[in-house]
């Protein structure tokens, strides 16, 4: 992980963090889909891999 990626889930956990604390309901509903696209970047990451883990 770069320095970039790392800035960048820093300021969206940040994000996400005061989204919590304002409106509990959306700060869970936008963790929630944060943990998804996370997921889902790990898996298809993965596909673009040249055969080899």
Known sequence: ????T?????????IIGYAAYRDPALGGA???AAAVVSFLYIILKD??????R
């Open 1 to 4: 992980m770069d320095a970039r």
């Open 6 to 14: 790392l800035l960048l889930l820093t300021v969206v956990a940040v």
């Open 30 to 32: 936008i963790t929630v």
């Open 47 to 52: 596909d673009d891999d040249t055969g080899t």
